[in-house]
């Protein structure tokens, strides 16, 4: 991987694959997350990303309609593809013909379907080849664990495709302590993908079990769905956050009041509050690579920049203690 960006960044390690600390997440770059968006302003958020120094970008085949984010990035990189590693995930929104299985979230819907057969492991990726247009994954991950299948056996049909090059490294997403033990057990991983942030604790048993493998940690959602950039007052219509209980108008406004010491400590520092968020993540671990999404160059710049903020011992203690106060309404995201 050739990093020739407008801006570099910091560099952190995920088990063996080199990336910037701080990725970008793709999801939002599709319709249906975050209301409507043209595929002219999600090619130009992705390359504000890679132009900013971002080389690890996030996305998976179900983000969108019918592969539609894969598409989006493969189009989008024609030519820039040496400067990125491309992590993608599988088994989710799945094509015709697949048995859903379901897999139960916090979201007003209640579960997802997904299917983490080995069978289709292979056709997911040739799926996600061509859409990225690419003959390489850098890091694949089974989206969500199948109730159904053991870890073990999804996994070792992503080992197949390693040693025969099509993907370069494995990870995991929303696992178990449990699930990451046995997968690793099968084949080295080398990121586990998490929802943590500052209003979601990760668990730490997870957190033990990747620290003693030498596992990477990848927060998705890092800036909780947007919540802890201070700028969310609603949301509207087409936004997959009307699904999610913190986001309803009672608890978001409750959750705004909770988080505003939060917000403060960012103004002190005369950083934005998702600079603060990002770069408190970052002081985590070592490993930890966050995913922050956004549509916008600016806060894409933005965000990035948090990689090079350093918070001194007294500001974490003081968002320690703050955090440890903070009850947030709503349940989960997941």
């Known amino acids: 991987m050739t990093n020739t960006s407008t801006h570099s960044l910091p560099t952190r390690k995920l088990g063996g694959l080199e990336?910037?600390?701080?990725?970008?997440?793709?999801?939002?770059?599709?319709?249906?997350?975050?209301?409507?968006?043209?595929?002219?302003?999600?090619?130009?958020?992705?390359?504000?990303?890679?132009?900013?120094?971002?080389?690890?970008?996030?996305?998976?085949?179900?983000?969108?309609?019918?592969?539609?984010?894969?598409?989006?990035?493969?189009?989008?990189?024609?030519?820039?593809?040496?400067?990125?590693?491309?992590?993608?995930?599988?088994g989710f929104r799945l094509p015709e013909g697949v048995e859903p299985h379901p897999f139960p979230i916090g979201y007003a819907f209640g579960e997802l379907a997904v299917n983490g057969d080995p069978k289709h492991v292979r056709g997911y990726a040739e799926a996600s080849l061509r859409g990225l247009e690419t003959d390489y994954i850098d890091l694949y991950y089974p989206h969500f664990p199948d109730p159904q299948i053991p870890i073990e056996d999804t996994v070792g049909a992503v080992a197949e495709l390693i040693r025969e090059g099509l993907v370069r490294h494995l990870g995991l997403s929303n696992?178990?302590?449990?699930q990451l033990r046995a997968a690793h057990a099968v084949h080295p991983v080398s990121a586990v993908q998490i929802e943590w942030s500052m209003w979601k604790p990760a668990e730490p048993e997870l957190l033990a079990a990747a620290r003693e493998l030498g596992v990477g940690l990848v927060p998705w959602s890092p800036l909780g769905a947007g919540f802890l950039t201070g700028t969310v007052g609603q949301v509207t219509e087409g936004d997959f956050r009307q699904n999610a209980p913190r986001f309803g108008a009672a608890n978001l406004k409750a959750n705004n009041d909770r988080f505003?010491?939060?917000?403060?400590?960012?103004?002190?520092?005369?950083?934005?509050?998702?600079?603060?968020?990002?770069?408190?993540?970052?002081?985590?671990?070592?490993?930890?690579?966050?995913?922050?999404?956004?549509?916008?160059?600016?806060?894409?710049?933005?965000?990035?920049?948090?990689?090079?903020?350093?918070?001194?011992?007294?500001?974490?203690?003081?968002?320690?203690?703050?955090?440890?106060?903070?009850?947030v309404e709503g349940g989960t995201l997941l």
């Open 260 to 327: 505003a010491p939060v917000r403060g400590v960012a103004e002190e520092l005369d950083i934005t509050p998702a600079q603060l968020a990002l770069a408190w993540l970052l002081h985590q671990d070592p490993n930890v690579v966050p995913i922050p999404g956004s549509r916008t160059p600016k806060h894409i710049e933005e965000n990035l920049a948090a990689a090079r903020v350093r918070l001194d011992a007294d500001v974490l203690g003081r968002l320690e203690r703050i955090l440890g106060e903070t009850e």
């Open 175 to 178: 696992v178990t302590a449990a």
């Open 19 to 90: 990336v910037s600390a701080l990725g970008y997440g793709a999801m939002v770059l599709s319709p249906g997350v975050y209301g409507e968006v043209d595929d002219e302003r999600g090619e130009r958020a992705l390359l504000a990303a890679v132009d900013a120094g971002a080389t690890l970008i996030d996305t998976s085949d179900g983000y969108g309609v019918d592969g539609h984010n894969e598409r989006l990035i493969g189009k989008a990189l024609r030519g820039r593809r040496d400067q990125v590693a491309i992590a993608t995930k599988f």
